[in-house]
């Protein structure tokens, strides 16, 4: 019996970790991700913004964590003239009330240009006006420029 037990709770925490999304398996998605300061494969995003500026269809995947590790996906598509958004927190322990997945649809994709850094925001958007995807300080996309 106490084997049996043991067995379970191993594969309970097997399955567990297989679920976790956490930045080392993002990183190897390609995904942008944002560590509250520190963004890392932010050249995706600039191609994905190529893209944009080119009127061809694009994808980009931006992880942001919390300070405990825990994700929120953006999963962002440009059909050549609409954004569509998906928010995925499925995976974030801390999500609250906040529905584990919603979806906005936006016209546009502005970059604005503040003291310390550039935001990047998704206007003209439904059910909501607007959303922030990204900020980065200045800096730092400085040092990824080529």
């Given at each position: 019996m106490k084997t049996t037990?043991?067995?379970?709770?191993?594969?309970g925490v097997c399955l567990l970790s297989a679920c976790s999304y956490d930045s080392e398996k993002a990183l190897k998605n390609g995904d942008v991700i944002n560590m509250h300061g520190?963004?890392?494969n932010f050249v995706y995003f600039e191609e994905f913004m190529e893209?944009?500026?080119a009127e061809d269809s694009a994808f980009v995947r931006i992880t942001n964590f919390t300070l405990e590790g825990n994700p929120t996906l953006y999963n962002v598509t440009f059909d050549g003239t609409v954004f569509n958004l998906e928010i995925d927190r499925s995976k974030n322990k801390e999500r609250g009330d906040k529905p584990s997945k919603e979806s906005l649809s936006c016209t546009e994709l502005s970059r604005e240009?503040?003291?310390?850094l550039f935001s990047y925001t998704l206007e003209g958007c439904k059910p909501d006006p607007s959303f922030t995807?990204?900020?980065i300080l200045k800096e730092q996309e400085m040092d990824h420029e080529h």
């Open positions: 037990f043991y067995w379970l709770l191993l594969l520190p963004i890392y893209r944009v500026e240009e503040g003291q310390q995807l990204l900020n």
